[in-house]
């Protein structure tokens, strides 16, 4: 599957999730490799009418996010990017945003 293809996978599986009633979704979205296992870490927010919900638990997302990092790697076998931010508007219409720093919260979480 494609990138755009995987984006939009992405974004589906969030508003999916996110329900009815939305004017935004915000995700950070974190992951890391180490010692050959695979860390994930997300923010993953619904914002309604000024205020906003965080969801937990969104493994669907999580799993098209880590396809995603997969696949832009080339080898599909190790993550490209380490850190996601992605803000999706009501209309569904969506920003990526990549970094291949040190994903800081997996690095809080672990003492690194």
Known sequence: MNTIR???KVV????REAGDG??????????KSLD???????????????EKELVFNAP????????????MSGSGKEISWQVAD???D???KYK???????????MRMLGL
Not at 12 to 15: C, G, I, L, S
Request: charged share 25%; with cysteine.
């Open 22 to 31: 939305w004017e935004r979704i915000t995700i950070n979205y974190e992951v």
């Open 60 to 71: 669907d997302v999580d799993e098209a996010l880590k396809t995603l990092s997969l696949s």
């Open 36 to 50: 050959g296992e695979i860390v994930q870490s997300n923010a993953f927010f619904c914002h309604y009418s000024g």
């Open 90 to 92: 009501s209309t569904g």
């Open 12 to 15: 589906v599986e969030a508003m």
């Open 96 to 106: 990526f945003d990549f970094s291949y720093e040190e994903p800081p919260r997996i």
């Open 86 to 88: 992605l803000v999706v």
């Open 6 to 8: 995987l984006q939009d």
